[in-house]
């Protein structure tokens, strides 16, 4: 048995029809952790040590996936095919390690740029590790956005009513460096 990891249930049930019944194809609904809004979640002075926090609904839908590992063969995180793609399955499978749901199952990492059943197996047939580059380069976007976005938002309140938030703040925060 093999379990795969994609992001939305609409996909899940599309590739889980072309894959067939030696598979099982879970929806993570997106990201399934975060930096909890408070002070202390990103910690510069320890080479930048994040506490991640996960969302309600989305230990739910972990708790299905690790379910899911048991007796599983293969654990395939097949989600999109970009950074923030890159940095939910590395999410999943920081979670399910933590959960100890792994045990011997071999994880890999697949991506496909559409739905068909060709893209589908194509990607299934040339597996690869987790791009940890990719995955730094989110955790360094979201660390910029935690320490510069969470400081600057209450200046932009109060200076421009209405505004919510910096948003994202690294081209900004490159430009000062």
Do not use: C
């Not at 030696?22 to 809004?37: E, K």
């Not at 730094?136 to 919510?164: N, Q």
């Amino acid at each position: 048995m093999n379990v795969v990891v994609v992001e939305s249930p609409a996909k899940a049930k599309t590739i889980n029809k072309y894959l067939g019944s030696n598979y099982t194809v879970l929806a993570s609904y997106g990201h399934v952790r975060d930096l909890p809004p408070k002070d202390g979640s990103v910690r510069p002075d320890e080479d930048f040590a994040m506490d991640w926090e996960i969302d309600a609904k989305a230990s739910k839908r972990l708790n299905d996936i690790a379910d899911a590992m048991k007796g599983a063969d293969t654990l395939i995180l097949a989600t999109d095919p970009d950074r923030e793609g890159e940095a939910i399955s590395w999410h999943v499978l920081e979670v399910l390690k933590r959960k100890k749901a792994i045990k011997d199952a071999k994880v890999q990492r697949v991506t496909f740029n559409a739905i068909t059943r060709s893209a589908v197996q194509e990607a299934m047939d040339n597996p690869r590790d987790i791009d940890m580059e990719l995955v730094e380069a989110y955790l360094a976007r979201r660390a910029l956005d935690y320490l510069v976005g969470f400081t600057l938002s209450p200046v932009l309140w109060r200076k421009l009513p209405g505004s919510r938030s910096a948003g994202r703040v690294q081209s900004v925060a490159l430009r000062l460096v």
